[in-house]
């Protein structure tokens, strides 16, 4: 698989039917992060009792707006596969503590994963089949080579010291994003250290899992894909198994 570039999105617009999400299919919703239309306000009456306590320990108030809107675009999505209000969506969490909608809201087997970094939100569905997205804002590390420190395998150091250094940073967050939506697809997050599996391959767009400690079965189970969601920004797809196609939907409009 390739990377597959910003040009790639299409416009879902309000008057448009909703997207038929086929099992071989994974969308990824691009999403603005910003308040023009009174979609703060209007999103807190929306989110659940557990997540506008979360949005409230922001100390940062463009923080709690990035995080309310990223949720209340991730419930517009559902909602949206479903038939059913944002609002009225109910989430449990799973042993690893990964997001799910609780079965009498999905009539459908969705997974999901949420995103955001800056100024933009990524959401990734797929019918019966784990999926994790990740973006970073290119440049949000002040110190890049002691993030490389914290989050990559020895030899995925080795592989970004290879690359030239005008390329490098560009390099370490498509990387960086393609291990941490693995993290997220497969719900270990904070579970699993980062240097306890390597992937290769991200820098070129062609990502793959190489080895992963204790599991070597899971390498076969993932596939990768590298997006480029606009300037500035790196993003990275993690999906179970072989056999599927994207397709990139920029929303346009929230609903409640």
């Known amino acids: 698989m390739m990377s597959v570039c ?25 999403v603005a992060l910003c308040d023009e239309s009174g979609d703060i306000a209007r999103g807190l009456g929306v989110l659940s009792p557990e997540e506008r306590a979360r949005a409230a320990r922001f100390h ?39 997001p799910r909608l609780v079965k009498a809201a999905a009539a459908v087997d969705l997974r999901f994963s949420l995103a955001h970094s800056g100024q933009l939100a990524l959401c990734a569905v797929a019918r019966g089949r784990e999926v994790g997205v990740d973006v970073e804002r290119i440049g949000r590390s002040s110190d890049l080579i002691a993030s490389v420190q914290q989050v990559l395998a020895p030899d995925e150091q080795r592989a970004l010291e290879r690359i030239a250094a005008p390329q490098r940073e560009v390099a370490f967050y498509r990387l960086w994003t393609c291990k ?15 240097d306890s599996f390597s992937i290769g391959g ?12 204790g599991r070597p079965a899971e390498i076969d189970k993932w596939s990768l894909l590298t997006l480029d969601p606009q300037p500035g920004y790196a ?13 990139l939907i920029e929303l346009s409009r929230l609903l409640s």
């Open 180 to 194: 941490e939506a693995w993290l997220k697809a497969t719900g270990e997050g904070l579970m699993r250290a980062p």
């Open 202 to 213: 991200a820098a070129e767009g062609v990502p793959r899992l190489l080895w992963v400690h």
């Open 60 to 98: 940062q108030a463009a923080d709690r707006e990035r995080y309310v809107v990223a949720h209340l675009a991730l419930r517009t999505v559902l909602g949206g596969y479903l038939g059913r209000a944002p609002g009225a969506l109910r989430f449990v969490a799973a042993a690893s503590g990964k």
């Open 6 to 30: 910003a040009a790639d999105w299409a416009v879902w617009s309000a008057e448009s039917p909703w997207p038929a999400l086929p099992d071989d299919e994974v969308h990824v919703w691009r």
């Open 235 to 247: 993003a990275a797809l993690a999906v179970e198994g072989t056999g599927w196609r994207v397709r």
